[in-house]
């Protein structure tokens, strides 16, 4: 299997652990999930993770917003057969909207519904007026239609239900880039900084992430990454990490882990500030998503 | 110290008093104040323009630190030290549940403060105070206790005579007595279970208290107009036309895309009391990010609209990114501005929008009159439309594999409003470039809701400026680069007569700029400014207020 299955590989089972989460009776949780978060590593080969493998790579947020109580799972699976059977034809097969029926999951009588009761109402007199007929079903049965509708994921940040390739670039077409127009190869090489590039991330967009930002990893407060040289009016000239500056103030690191800051008054101090990642900040100006993709593809194979 | 509070408790009861007598009159909202803040923008221009000049380049040197006073939000002291007494008193408690769900980080102050006959009415979500503007002081503390909801901001009180309004993130409008802080009366504004969440400032107009709401999933905005008095409704504008066949719904696929479109309303506008226009900017369009289920521009999201105020009618509307897909509402502040255009006067209409457009308009019919870009690193349109709107390139939706776009999903500028000084013409932005990578990363276009379905990686600053523009030419008149050592920070902005621009910059410094240059000549170091600041005469003397999370810092000539 090559390095770019499995990667793929990683990713779908990322994707299967969302999907069986939006599937799932469990209340709908917004969630956030972070790009530059590794996601855990499947060998080649494995199974996919269990459905009970905990989404690891999930950081979630306490809802703002009241989450409903877990229905029960038959009362769901029922409802989800007497509305495949009544109402889809018309709201569709996942209750999010067709031809004739609007999208019930964000509907403001279902969203106000507690456990069928505003629904049994529409259903048992139609809205005739829309085009919606009566339905003969018995209110025990609404409340199981109530229930398959409310078990699916509702809010403005609602988990991804799918999965979606990532890798969308020509591997090919990205090396020639790299050693061609792109004049990565001036600054990097495949064999030197960058070998095994490829195999440092399984998720690839944290790599595209990196890719393009030039982002240092563990950069931090103590561990800056731009540095600076400061030269006073008498010619003193002191060089080191830069910890803050704005137009009244700037402090560096030195070498020997000595702070030293100077308030600026116009041109005095002068002061130059180097970043390490000003290249790939300029390239962002310029650069065009059909190389960005092949790039990334061509990286991926990096092992 | 008994001496010294008595004192404190003596000189609340006649400032009370002060208050009582006086209140606030709505016909002086009209008016320019100089020596009150009464409504969110100072007045009704947007301006944010103060034609105050006793603070002034010769002796910004002097301005030094009045007082500082933090409000904590929240149910009140408590804990065996905690006490109360004048400068802290008992807080009132107000709400329709008995425990509070607990939020995170809803203690900053994030929009404007009023200043009423010497009395400073400061919220938070969830909070609000009374404060005395000579000394920092609480009077009072209201306390909320919330259903929950979106807690990102509360952008400040309207006041209508001796009454404050002020909304809830659980989407109530709560009415407080000024003097006393204690509940008239609250009332429902939008439904909690579609989850709208409320945050904007009510402002008053005449015997308008004009309150809006938002949503993050799907649900429509709009704009209500209630009577101060009793908070009946008086009439309701929605963000999105009511059915299909009205104007703006051939702009829709269909009625459910339509009414499920977005568009709230949360930065409150500017007013034309001449032509009883309210002017203010909806939200983005919903899905957020993909068009694939609202094919059209969607009118009225990311819109520029002008309302009339006796009626709620709309009389004109102009939209800065037809059809958006990045988020990028157009709910900033519209300026007005009586001035020349191409050698003639005109009402005019300044707006830097979260996009990175510049748009002037004519104000009175909505004539679109110039566009231009603000930012250098915007990427997402293909060109200019014939009515003036930048019109999107499709390929820089977000993608599978990524799209690298500037601005991010925040904007160029978001929330914080610019200011428009006359005595240089130029108009005032801060602003941020950021490039963003947008994926997609939910296939199933019947899955997207709100703001679901991508990723977003933020990639580089490319820097935060103070941009000042010239609205007749659309040409940058200065940028001033905020140096920082990561990311910076978007700020709101005043101009005074005393030839002085205020704002926070990207270090957590309070900065008093030369409008005419953008070279700074004054700061202090108190933190993220978290509001734009606020300038008004008391007792002879100028204050310059400003906020920095949950603290309040005034400063004033010493002499």
């Known amino acids: 299997m090559s390095r770019v299955k499995l990667l793929f590989s990683a990713f779908l089972g990322l994707g299967t652990v969302a999907l069986v989460a939006a599937q799932s009776t469990a209340p709908a949780t917004p969630t956030e999930a972070g790009a530059n978060q590794a996601t855990p590593q499947t060998p080649a080969g494995s199974p996919p993770p269990p459905p009970q493998a905990p989404p690891a790579v999930r950081v979630v947020r306490p809802s703002a917003y009241p989450v409903r109580p877990p229905a029960d799972p038959a009362a769901v699976a029922r409802g989800k057969q007497i509305f495949s059977a009544n109402c889809s034809f018309c709201h569709g097969s996942d209750a999010r909207g067709g031809e004739q029926g609007p999208n019930l999951i964000r509907s403001e009588l279902v969203l106000n519904d507690k456990d069928g009761e505003l629904i049994a109402n529409v259903v048992q007199n139609g809205r005739l007026d829309k085009g919606m007929p009566k339905f003969d079903l018995p209110t025990a049965d609404i409340a199981t239609i109530a229930a398959f509708i409310h078990s699916m994921p509702v809010g403005g940040r609602a988990e991804t239900t799918g999965t979606v390739n990532p890798l969308v670039g020509d591997a090919q077409a990205g090396q020639a880039y790299f050693n061609g127009a792109g004049k990565c190869n001036t600054c990097h090489s495949v064999s030197g900084d960058l070998a095994g590039i490829g195999s440092r991330f399984t998720d690839v967009r944290a790599l595209q992430g990196v890719m393009l930002s030039g982002a240092v990893r563990g950069e931090s407060l103590e561990n800056p990454r731009k540095t600076v040289t400061v030269t006073l009016r008498d010619g003193q000239t002191f060089e080191g990490r830069l910890y803050q500056i704005d137009d009244f103030i700037v402090s560096l690191t030195d070498a020997e882990g000595n702070y030293h800051s100077y308030v600026r008054h116009g041109d005095y101090p002068k002061v130059v500030v180097k970043d390490p990642l000003q290249p790939h900040m300029d390239m962002l100006r310029t650069l065009k998503d059909d190389d960005i993709h092949n790039l990334t593809a061509y990286l991926v194979t990096i092992q | ?559």
């Not at chain 2, 010769?58 to 030290?81: C, E, M, Q, R, Y």
């Open chain 2, 1 to 559: 110290m008994m001496t010294r509070n008595l004192l404190l408790a003596i000189s609340m009861i006649s400032l009370a008093a002060a208050a009582s007598a006086q209140g606030l009159d709505p016909a002086l909202l009209t008016k320019p104040a100089t020596d009150s803040w009464p409504t969110y923008s100072g007045d009704y221009s947007g301006r944010r323009f103060s034609s105050l000049t006793q603070i002034n380049q010769t002796n910004i040197k002097d301005l030094g630190l009045a007082w500082v006073s933090h409000l904590p939000a929240g149910p009140g002291p408590t804990g065996p030290f905690a006490r109360t007494g004048p400068g802290n008193p008992p807080t009132i408690v107000g709400g329709e549940i008995d425990e509070p769900v607990p939020v995170r980080g809803a203690g900053r102050i994030s929009g404007a403060v009023l200043q009423v006959n010497g009395i400073l009415y400061v919220s938070v979500p969830d909070n609000a105070w009374a404060v005395d503007a000579r000394d920092g002081s609480i009077l009072w503390h209201y306390f909320w206790k919330t259903k929950g909801g979106t807690h990102i901001g509360n952008r400040g009180m309207g006041m209508y005579r001796d009454w404050l309004y002020f909304e809830t993130p659980d989407d109530y409008l709560v009415s407080l007595d000024a003097k006393t802080g204690k509940e008239r009366w609250h009332k429902v504004i939008s439904d909690f279970n579609e989850q709208y969440f409320s945050t904007i400032a009510p402002i008053v107009i005449g015997n308008h208290l004009l309150v809006g709401t938002a949503d993050d999933l799907d649900a429509p905005g709009f704009l209500q107009s209630f009577d101060p008095e009793t908070g009946d409704l008086q009439w309701k504008w929605y963000s999105e036309p009511e059915k299909m066949g009205d104007p703006g719904s051939e702009t829709w696929p269909n009625f459910d895309s339509m009414r499920h479109g977005g568009a709230g309303v949360w930065v409150p506008g500017s007013y034309d009391a001449n032509l009883h226009l309210y002017y203010f900017g909806t939200a983005n369009p919903t899905p957020a990010f993909s068009g694939a289920t609202r094919e059209g521009d969607n009118l009225y999201t990311s819109c520029i609209v002008a309302l009339n105020v006796d009626t709620g009618k709309l009389a004109w509307a102009f939209q800065p990114s037809p059809h958006d897909t990045h988020d990028w509402d157009a709910a900033q502040t519209p300026v007005i501005v009586d001035g020349e255009f191409k050698g003639k006067p005109r009402k005019l209409l300044l707006d830097a929008s979260r996009n990175g457009y510049f748009f002037v308009l004519d104000r009175v019919t909505g004539e679109h009159l110039l566009t231009v870009p603000f930012a250098d690193t915007l990427n997402w349109a293909k060109g200019i439309d014939k009515a003036g709107r930048p019109f999107r390139d499709p390929e820089k939706d977000a993608t599978p594999g990524g799209s690298l776009v500037s601005p991010d999903s925040d904007g160029i500028v978001n929330w914080e409003p610019p200011t428009y000084d006359p005595q240089t013409g130029l108009f005032y932005v801060a602003t941020g470039e950021v490039y963003s990578e947008y994926y997609r990363t939910e296939p199933n276009v019947r899955a997207l809701q709100g703001l679901n379905g991508i990723q977003e990686q933020r990639l580089a600053t490319m820097g935060n400026y103070i941009t000042a523009i010239d609205y007749k030419t659309g040409k940058i008149a200065w940028r001033h680069l905020q140096p920082s050592v990561g990311e910076g920070s978007n700020h709101g902005l005043t101009t005074t007569a005393g030839k002085l621009l205020f704002s926070g910059d990207s270090n957590n410094n309070l900065v008093a700029y030369d409008p005419a240059t953008g070279k700074p000549l004054w700061h202090t170091h108190i933190g993220h400014v978290s509001n734009a600041v606020e300038t008004y005469m008391l007792d002879g003397k100028q204050y310059i207020l400003a906020a920095s999370g949950d603290t309040l810092y005034a400063f004033a000539l010493n002499f």
